[in-house]
């Protein structure tokens, strides 16, 4: 039977380290991985061998823990000896063949050196399997052990039982200690992965420690015999490994953070910086059609300016949609006296009449409907309007008119295409977004039908054919964004893939609107890569309740101006919010706060 001994990582790959007997031999073998999920790497066998040149004879060990000290590895582990268990030191100079240092009597648990580091010219070791402490050593055979433990179990926490070390790391301003919190649930030990920093002047020192833990053991796998193997850095991954049923090797990855190689961010929200001038667009009383509501605006960063197409409502409740700019994206510069764009169809005019002015509508009591939430995308040099078209009767469906960049910019708004119905009748479909470039030759459009975003991947943007929800992106069911999602500015590219503002309410909180980020995939939109866990926006704000329609936040465009995400939303169905954030932080940010994920690891020899 295979015996998996521990983890440990070197020159960008992670070994993977296992003993069996045959016949009467013990062996001991590493497999390599240059991505730490499939060990598919050449296999070595290791050799221990203590001062006299005597091999090891049987390698039954658990948790080989790895560290690097200047020129030379040294490890720790635990020999479950028949008469009382022990922890055992190792040296290699390229991690193949082991030489035995000797046992540290002082130490009967787990534990793991500090890395590359010595405080007053003394090693540091922290161990245990209960609590957490510290210990030194001049010459790593006697040590001499802080008695007072450096950490210990918090009640109402998820590290209110036992703590076992599992790995140390250390760098400039802190040393990195992960440990296991482990807990009984229904006779079975299960586990979750802490995190605490400690100071490198004073080893001793609590820096922080995470609330939440990195990861815990799922439902799903409660039931089931879980252990673990070891933790190790890879190519910025921070790599949870686990032995299940004694069989099998699963792995989960979390992001470090690049900039400070630090978790102590773990546990802070995704959000954006709400503007402390909002609203920056409010009712205009001075003209009928946006005396009452002037929310939900596109965005387009074009000529140096922001460009604002924004839904409003006056005396007639007609929707129809307003023209601002901003040269800095938060200050109004010019805002025009008229709509930039009404209904003229039908199928978008309260009482299905068609109108060739704007006046008109005015002339026949106007009514509930028209133009709502609209987007704007440049493709080339076109600039495509998609929004909701409803006529106050039948079923919302997205619509679609187009402009030219040069007649925009000059607000020839008299050259607007002829809009057209692009989604099927017979049901509410909302939320069209359009894709600035092409992805693989083909144009991608974004729409909802209850409950999910729907992906479409066309030839061109003529819309012969209704879109029909080739893919889709679905809700989360114990997420805040449980219950419906749909997209809200068109996506963005960024090096880290296309990123997508969306809305979303949550069966968690019914009433409510809130915003949330996902980054889609370069060459795959339909693959989300990352997914916000928590609201970027949440309507906590008076203006965000103080409306038509409270605790409503709702975009509908967002730019990228200087390397800084600016997002615009509706507030309470009545005015025009902004929120921003550092682009790189923010995309940063998103990709660590990410849940990691279990997956299996691919070890030939288990399989």
Not at 215 to 224: G, I, N, Q, R, S
Not at 379 to 405: C, E, H, K, Q, W
Not at 463 to 483: A, T, V
Request: aromatic residues 12%; contains cysteine.
């Amino acid at each position: 039977m295979i015996r998996l001994v521990g983890i440990a990582s070197k020159d960008d790959e992670i070994a993977l380290y296992y003993s069996y007997a045959k016949q009467t031999k013990n062996f001991f073998k590493l497999i390599t991985s240059s991505d730490g999920f499939e060990f598919n790497g050449s296999t070595k066998y290791v050799i221990v061998t203590d001062q006299k040149g005597r091999e090891e004879p049987k390698y039954d060990w658990t948790r080989l823990l790895i560290t690097r000290q200047k020129n030379r590895y040294i490890s720790t582990y635990k020999v479950n000896s028949p008469t009382q268990p022990y922890l055992n030191l190792i040296t290699s100079s390229e991690m193949l063949r082991w030489t035995k240092i000797g046992r540290i009597d002082e130490i009967k648990e787990i534990g793991s050196l500090v890395p590359e580091f010595q405080y007053k010219n003394r090693h540091v070791l922290y161990f245990g399997e209960h609590d957490i402490k510290l210990a030194y050593s001049a010459s790593l055979t006697n040590w001499k052990i802080k008695e007072e433990p450096v950490l210990q179990k918090r009640e109402n926490f998820f590290d209110k039982g036992d703590l076992e070390v599992a790995k140390v790391y250390h760098y400039a301003d802190h040393i990195l200690l992960f440990y296991y919190a482990k807990t009984m649930h229904n006779n079975q030990l299960t586990y979750a992965v802490g995190a605490a920093a400690f100071d490198t002047k004073d080893p001793s020192k609590l820096l922080w420690r995470l609330d939440k833990p990195l990861w815990e053991v799922p439902e799903h796998l409660l039931t089931e015999s879980i252990k673990p193997l070891g933790i190790e850095i890879l190519h910025g991954q921070c790599i949870l490994y686990w032995i299940i049923n004694d069989t099998t090797v699963y792995a989960v990855s979390t992001p470090l953070l690049p900039k400070e190689i630090s978790l102590k961010g773990k546990n802070v929200s995704v959000v954006l910086n709400k503007h402390d001038q909002n609203p920056i667009i409010t009712p205009n009383p001075q003209n009928a059609w946006e005396s009452r509501a002037t929310f939900n605006s596109a965005a387009l960063y074009e000529d140096g300016k922001v460009h604002f197409l924004y839904r409003a409502l006056g005396d007639t409740d007609l929707s129809v949609l307003g023209y601002a700019t901003s040269k800095d994206g938060f200050t109004i510069d010019e805002r025009l006296n008229e709509p930039a764009y009404f209904p003229r169809e039908s199928f978008e005019t309260p009482g299905g009449h068609a109108f060739s002015k704007f006046a008109d509508h005015f002339a026949s009591g106007g009514g509930y409907g028209g133009i709502e939430d609209p987007r704007i995308t440049r493709v080339d040099d076109t600039i495509y309007l998609t929004y909701v078209a409803f006529d106050g009767a039948n079923p919302p469906r997205a619509a679609l008119s187009s402009i030219s960049v040069k007649n925009f910019l000059g607000k020839k708004w008299d050259t607007w295409a002829k809009p057209k119905l692009i989604s099927a009748p017979g049901m509410v479909n909302k939320s069209a977004v359009i894709f600035p470039e092409r992805v693989n030759g083909k144009y991608v459009v974004l729409h909802r039908v209850y409950p999910n975003i729907l992906v479409d991947f066309l030839d061109d943007l003529q819309f012969d054919n209704y879109l029909q929800g080739q893919y889709f992106i679905p809700p989360r069911k114990k997420f805040w964004d449980s219950k419906k999602v749909g997209a809200g500015a068109p996506p963005m590219k960024t090096k880290d893939g296309w990123l997508l503002i969306y809305q979303s309410v949550g069966y968690q909180d019914p009433s409510r609107y809130k915003i949330g980020a996902m980054l889609l995939d370069h060459n795959n939109p339909t693959k989300v890569l990352y997914r916000s866990n928590n609201p970027i926006i949440s309507p906590d704000e008076t203006y965000e309740n103080d409306g038509f329609k409270a605790g409503v936040v709702y975009p509908c465009g967002a730019i990228i101006k200087d390397n800084t995400l600016m997002v615009y939303y509706g507030g309470a169905d009545t005015v025009v919010c902004a929120a921003q954030a550092n682009l790189d932080t923010f995309l940063e940010q998103l990709k660590y706060a990410q849940e990691p994920k279990l997956r299996r690891v691919s070890v030939p020899m288990l399989n």
